[in-house]
Each structure stands twice: as structure tokens, then as C-alpha cells.
């Protein structure tokens, strides 16, 4: 499983590509404003940070719109992934973008037949919101699953990317279905980490160490 991390801070992305925890990027545009940085400067920042596929969005509502974006952003770096909306006309640049060779992330996909349709299209990617679906009452992680069986049944090879994950249960819930990609924030990814007997293990070790009165370097 392939995780991309949800966020435009350059930093927070920097520690954590020090893990090698760091397949992508995901940027959207409420991303860009909550960093205050101009979309091509970061972006650009970004894709010479991290190898991976590093996703950029669109904001035109047209496809030819979308096409002449994904186009300029594309040209930032050869590891750009097009982001473009599940409409109609996000669609039809999915296809025209793909067909030129480039990456597209079909984004903001809330059902299974929104995923066929991007799949049809040629995405790279699609985008499920499973945080988004959870708060409106319905079960995110069954579109995932959902999506799973239609990929698998027809051999699509657009890579299902679960995106708004707002827990580590949704990292799990989503390995565990087989999604392709995860994209969380920051402190998702990094509370992957944590468990109250790894902390409560390692203080018992530590303490039992020091009555030893060893050091392990001398
Ligand atoms: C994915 O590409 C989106 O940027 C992101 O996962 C949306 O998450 P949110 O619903 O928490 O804003």
C-alpha cells in the first residue's frame, strides 16, 4: 500500500519523507490557502521533495479549462498528478489529459459509479472521500470496498486512492479492503506509530536498563 501524504506544508512533508513513509503528495486547493503559498512555487517545491506522484489541482469548471490547467501544472515537473473534479467535464479532460500521457487524480468521487466512469476515462488515480461520506451518516469505507470488487471485476488498473482519512482505524479499514494508495494528513500517518504498551514497554525496558548501570557504546 502506497501512502501519499494530504498536505501542502513543505515541512511536514520533509520529516516525514525522512521515514520513507512518503509515496506522494496530495495537494487541493483549500490545501494551497491554508499554506499561503503560491500554487506553482510549492507545488514545485514539493515534486523536487518527493519522487512520487505529487497531485495538483485544477479549478476551472470546463474541460477545456481543466485541460489548459493540467497542462501549466504538468509542466511543473514530470511526477505531477493532474487532479481534475468527478463531473462530466472532468471527465472529459481525464481522457483528454491521460491520452497525452500525463497523470490524473479523479477527484471528489462519493460513489461507485462516479469511480466506473473515472475508471472508463483512464484515471491514474480516483479519489474516494471517505471522511466526507462518514459525516454526512453514511459509510465511507463501503465505497471502498464497493469500488474494490468493480475494479477487480473488470481489471481496471486505475489505482484506487482513499482520501479523506481522518483516523488510523480508516488507514487500516482501507489497507485491509486493498485499496491501492491512502492520502492522510500529517498526524494521521504519524499516529500510525503510536500504542499505549509500545510507550508502556519501553519506559519498563528503559527503567530496567538503568539498574544495570551498562552502556551499549561505553
Ligand atoms: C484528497 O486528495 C483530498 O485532498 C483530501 O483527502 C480531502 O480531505 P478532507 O475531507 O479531510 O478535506
Known amino acids: 500500500m502506497k501512502f501519499f501524504v494530504d498536505t501542502a506544508e513543505i515541512e511536514e512533508i520533509r520529516a516525514l519523507a525522512e521515514t520513507g513513509m512518503v509515496d506522494g503528495v496530495t495537494t487541493n486547493p483549500s490545501l494551497i490557502m491554508k499554506s499561503g503559498r503560491n500554487i506553482l512555487e510549492v507545488t514545485k517545491e514539493i515534486c523536487d521533495l518527493v519522487p512520487g506522484p505529487v497531485s495538483a489541482e485544477t479549478v476551472a469548471t470546463d474541460a477545456e479549462g481543466m485541460i489548459a490547467e493540467g497542462r501549466k501544472l ?20 481525464c481522457k483528454a489529459l491521460t491520452d497525452e500521457g500525463r497523470m490524473v487524480n479523479v477527484t471528489l468521487c462519493f460513489s461507485a459509479n462516479q469511480a466506473l466512469l473515472a475508471a ?18 453514511m459509510d465511507g469505507m463501503e465505497l471502498i470496498q464497493e469500488i474494490r470488487q468493480i475494479y477487480d471485476n473488470y481489471h481496471f488498473s486505475t489505482e484506487i486512492l482513499a482520501a479523506s482519512i481522518r483516523t488510523v482505524n480508516h488507514v487500516k479499514a482501507a489497507a ?18 503510536s500504542h499505549p504498551l509500545t510507550d508502556k514497554g519501553l519506559d519498563a525496558f528503559l527503567k530496567d536498563w538503568a539498574k544495570t548501570g551498562q552502556t551499549i557504546l561505553g
Open 120 to 137: 472508463k476515462a483512464g484515471a491514474t488515480f480516483i479519489s474516494p472521500f471517505i471522511g466526507r461520506l462518514d459525516d454526512i451518516g
Open 74 to 93: 504538468a509542466a511543473i515537473a514530470p511526477n505531477i498528478a493532474v487532479k481534475v473534479p468527478l463531473t462530466w467535464e472532468g471527465l472529459k479532460a
Open 176 to 193: 485491509l479492503i486493498g485499496a491501492d494508495v491512502i492520502t492522510a494528513p500529517p498526524a494521521v500517518i504519524k499516529a500510525l506509530a
